[in-house]
């Protein structure tokens, strides 16, 4: 291996490391939302008994909005049957509505999955993140991201498209060039190579206006 391959490595390995660590930390982020609001259940209903017991019915009913405003910005949006999967596209939907992306998901993921936590995690943490980056480009109302995950006989089936600005995408080396700055391109490299590895099929398809990626994984 050339010394040019192995620098490409260790820079690819260190941009993987950090892309973990910020899933993980996004997701460990959800997660502590959702035991503060836990650890506060009980507070909460003690609250609205003394409403209740005082007969002020619309301060209950003020209390319930304003519960269930609170909640719904840490409940799950997604339950896939697969944790890792739930946690990390709950983080990454929760992170593009946060910047004005409408995100339309549909997943089925098996618990028991072939591929292991971190390949997954590579894969659909950066299809989301390359999907959000692209969105940002297009006015609020037209930005939207479409998820579907779901089995295909004994192979995973992943499919994500993301509206685009601009006219159809040009291939460069048999590759999308990325339109982010340099270091992001390594997120797509990630993607093939964690599929190529697999044993996986994948395909990008730009046409004006809309950008897709699918991807198929042994599952056993």
Known sequence: MSLFSRLIDKRIAAYQRELIEIHYAEVENMYRQIRGWRHDYRNHIQAMKVHAAQGDWEAVRAYLDALETDLAAV???????????????????????????????????????????????????????????????????????R??????GE???????????????????GRFRTTKGEGHGFGLVRIDTVVERLGGWLSRNSEDGAFTTEILLPAG
Do not use: H
């Open 147 to 152: 998820v579907y995950i779901d089995m295909k």
């Open 75 to 145: 409940d799950t949006v997604l339950k896939t049957g697969n944790p890792m999967a739930d946690a990390i596209l709950n983080s990454k939907i929760s992170l593009a509505r946060s910047k004005g992306i409408t995100v339309r998901a549909d997943a089925s993921v098996p618990v028991a999955l072939g591929l292991s936590e971190l390949d997954l995690c590579v894969i659909l943490g950066n299809l989301f993140d390359n999907a959000i980056e692209a969105s940002l480009a297009l006015p609020q109302d037209r930005r939207l991201i």
């Open 155 to 173: 192979q995973l089936y992943i499919s994500f498209t993301n509206f685009t600005a601009g006219k159809k995408r040009s291939k460069t080396g």
